[in-house]
């Protein structure tokens, strides 16, 4: 999820795990667990463009984390802050830890919650940026901090803010598999067939879902609001995956091809090269938009392959958000 999420979940985490006993400072060190995991985008400066798509979201993110960091945060708070003892710190700090990525694991991204085993966890049921999920949850904690420590009012609002989040993402699975079913019905009406079928919500809401569908030689993109009157149509992506030629033997293509799930296409364009991730669909809900949120650039540099994501713009995020609203509202 997106920073100040988790930086909300993780404050209301520290509150309700040593709120009575030490006050707000159980939230301000629970706010800071919650920005933690999420220095794994360093790796962005430090390695090629594929390693720190693989690190993202990995050991940051994962149980092993939560335990050794947990402990040693703990640890060390409990050098200065004497009124909590050091196992109740290690308890806020590895709650903290476990929370973010047990949340993350509802998106698109999802997290090696079990590393170092190559499983990541990817439910996508939730945008990493939800309105509804996340005002909320922040206007409940903010009431919460507002009350004196020993106040009864202080933890029935905290709680009622992480009970309304959590009814909310649990509502968010539901609606998955309501529009899951509507894009199997929709594909079967048009005698489409298929071998895979993705779901996930469209960005900033829970109301309009997209689907990513494999079928033999392309991806079709759908979309389907649940206030849609109109059939569900379906946008095709030619797969395209002869283009690579001699390249699908390099590691790094091998690489991303893991990353994407299989979910992905080849495009060129003005003798570039590129290798197109369709998980997270494209910068529109017109189902036949090419312009994908992530695209890298290949490049054969000697003998190495040079893998760089194409930059977003401002303007593309504006267009965005203009083409939701309408969408959203139906077809």
């Not at 794994?40 to 984390?65: C, K, P, Q």
């Not at 050091?86 to 694991?105: E, G, M, N, V």
């Not at 009406?189 to 993705?198: F, G, H, L, V």
Request: proline share 4%.
């Amino acid at each position: 999820m997106d920073s100040l999420t988790q930086i909300v979940l993780g404050a209301a985490v520290g509150e309700a795990t040593l709120g009575k006993k030490v006050g707000n400072k159980a939230a301000f060190y629970g706010a800071i667990a919650g920005t933690i995991p999420d220095l794994d985008v360093v790796a962005n400066y430090l390695v090629d463009t594929v390693t720190a798509l693989e690190v993202h979201r990995g050991f940051t993110h994962s149980i092993v984390f939560s335990i050794v960091f947990g402990l040693f945060f703990g640890w060390l708070v409990s050098l200065w802050e004497k009124r909590a003892s050091w196992k109740q710190w290690s308890l806020l700090w590895f709650l903290c830890f476990l929370t973010h990525p047990l949340l993350d694991a509802h998106t698109t991204w999802g997290t090696q919650l079990f590393w170092p085993f190559d499983v990541r966890l990817a439910y996508k049921n939730i945008f990493v940026i939800d309105p509804l999920y996340t005002l909320p949850f922040l206007i409940f904690l903010v009431v919460a901090l507002l009350r004196k420590r020993n106040d009864p009012k202080r933890r029935t609002f905290n709680n009622l803010g992480l009970w309304v989040s959590s009814i909310y993402l649990v509502l968010t699975l539901v609606l998955k598999g309501i529009t899951f079913l509507k894009f199997e019905n929709a594909l079967e009406e048009q005698r489409i067939a298929y071998t895979e079928i993705e779901t996930k919500p469209a960005p900033l809401n829970a109301i309009l879902w997209t689907a990513n569908v494999e079928t033999e030689h392309s991806f079709l993109i759908g979309y389907y609001s649940l206030f849609d009157s109109q059939p569900i149509k379906f946008g095709v992506h030619p797969k395209n995956h002869d283009l690579l030629g001699g390249l699908a033997a390099d590691a790094k293509i091998k690489r991303l091809i893991k990353l994407t799930n299989g979910f992905y296409t080849i495009s060129e364009d003005n003798g570039n090269l590129y290798f197109n991730d369709l998980r997270f669909g494209t910068l529109s809900v017109d189902p036949n938009n090419r312009d994908y949120v992530f695209s890298f650039l290949l490049e054969k540099k000697g003998e190495n392959l040079v893998v760089t994501e194409n930059r977003k713009r401002p303007e593309d995020a504006k267009n965005l958000l203009k083409e939701l609203w309408v969408r959203i509202k139906g077809n």
